[in-house]
């Protein structure tokens, strides 16, 4: 099976970035022009996906008319020199098929991944967590993990090595390098947020994931954690257990733009690199 779908999880309130995000949702925000949900769409697109399934929430609706088009702007815009700021996106519009839920509550990742089952069945699917951002020039993290799925049609993650302090920033997985491959891991486990002293390695998930369907299934019966989230690590793990988890060490440059100073970081990154700075 193909991979034709990429779920973006868009509900979170992104308090780390109030008062900013109070009236605009945090995937709005921009690095340089483009919002960040923008850059997640573009990287699924480069990997041949044209159908992007995004879960919403309340106060979200920004990101559906941003993805749609603007009658009146283009209106006006039409025939003078401005009209090419409007270029990419509707060329992003024109390729694409955009599809939305809401979460109607906070339940964590893995609640809002299930929250997404309708718009996408039965199949294969990617997930991108768009305030990762994922610098890439010719192929994609997503590429990179459809790749691999297409050789061993199960789920992949996407990994990178971190401090050891930071690991209880992130999902952490523990695996055995898969023959003659030196970037590709058989995940044997994986926990969410494990402290220093607890984690079985430093190889960290970024928001970069192929599911196979089962994983459905699985969420509607795993228990929430402590702090009453279902946890996508979690389910994972289960598959993992069955020996159908692979992490990659993905090629590229990873910003967190869930903090303040990976944001700054993608920001200065993309300005020099477009000549910007
Ligand atoms: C989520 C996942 C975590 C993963 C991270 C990647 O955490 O739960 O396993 O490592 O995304 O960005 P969050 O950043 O939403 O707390």
Redesign the pocket.
């Known amino acids: 099976k193909m991979i034709k779908k990429c779920l973006f999880p868009a509900a ?1 309130y992104g308090t780390r970035f109030l008062p900013a995000t109070k009236a605009v949702p945090k995937e709005m925000l921009p690095i340089l022009t483009k919002p960040l949900l923008q850059y997640g769409v573009e990287e699924a697109l480069s990997a041949g996906i044209t159908n992007m399934a995004i879960v919403t929430g309340r106060g979200k609706r920004a990101i559906e008319d941003h993805f749609d088009n603007a009658f009146e702007l283009e209106m006006q815009l039409s025939g003078t020199s401005k009209e090419r700021y409007l270029e990419e996106i509707k060329e992003i519009i024109r390729k694409s098929t955009f599809t939305y839920v809401r979460q109607k509550q906070m339940l ?2 893995g609640h809002a991944i299930l929250t997404g089952e309708p718009l996408i069945g039965n199949e294969p699917f990617a997930v991108i ?1 768009a ?2 951002l994922c610098d890439f020039d010719e192929s994609g993290v997503i590429s990179q993990l459809i790749k691999i799925y297409n050789q061993y049609k199960c789920s992949v993650v996407a990994i990178e090595e971190v401090p050891m302090n930071q690991t209880s ?4 997985i523990a695996g055995n390098l898969v023959d003659n491959s030196s970037n590709t891991y058989q995940v044997t486990e994986m926990i ?2 494990p402290d220093e002293n607890n984690t079985p390695s430093n190889m ?4 970069r994931y192929i599911l196979t369907p089962d994983i459905f299934t699985i969420l509607k019966n795993i228990k929430p954690d402590k702090n009453g989230e279902i ?3 979690e389910a994972l793990n289960i598959q993992a257990n069955q020996g159908k988890v692979l992490a990659y060490k993905f090629k590229g440059k990873r910003f ?1 733009c ?1 903090s303040i100073e990976g944001y700054l970081d993608a920001t200065n990154f993309l300005a020099r690199k477009t000549g910007i700075i």
Do not use: R
């Open positions: 979170g964590g990742l967590l305030d990762d920033k992130y999902g952490i969410e947020k960290a998930i970024i928001g946890q996508i690590t967190d869930g």
